[in-house]
Nanobody, 120 residues
Framework: QVQLAESGGGLVQAGGSLRLSCTAS????????MAWYRQAPGLQRELVAI???????RYADSVKGRFTISRDNGKNTMFLQMNNLKPEDTAVYYC??????????????WGQGTQVTVSS
């Protein structure tokens, strides 16, 4: 079973910054796409940013120019640098990773979520 450990959430004022981290562990053979999703109260979970194994990135329009996704393949860790945060960025942020486990085949795992709250 692949586990994803998230950290870095918290409370910040509008205009501030936070950096989220997500580390995958388990019998990993290869980690391909990694992504951040978020879910605000009463709304559906939405994709924030995704990074492929080849470091191709894609962002939601609402965060382009403010958020940067990156990864350290050697440590199976993904980051989300969030700058110029807005109150509408308030949500629980979830890490997602896909890939292959040794002897177990493909996986698609989720983290437990980390709360990001932006005050106005």
């Amino acid at each position: 079973q692949v586990q994803l450990a998230e950290s870095g959430g918290g409370l910040v004022q509008a205009g501030g910054s936070l950096r989220l981290s997500c580390t995958a562990s388990g019998r990993l053979s290869r980690v391909s796409d990694m992504a951040w999703y978020r879910q605000a109260p009463g709304l559906q979970r939405e994709l924030v940013a995704i990074i492929s194994g080849g470091d191709t990135t894609r962002y939601a329009d609402s965060v382009k120019g403010r958020f940067t996704i990156s990864r350290d393949n050697g440590k199976n860790t993904m980051f989300l640098q969030m700058n110029n945060l807005k109150p509408e960025d308030t949500a629980v942020y979830y890490c997602n990773a896909q890939g292959y486990q040794v002897a177990l085949g493909p996986f698609n795992s989720w983290g437990q979520g980390t709360q990001v709250t932006v005050s106005s």
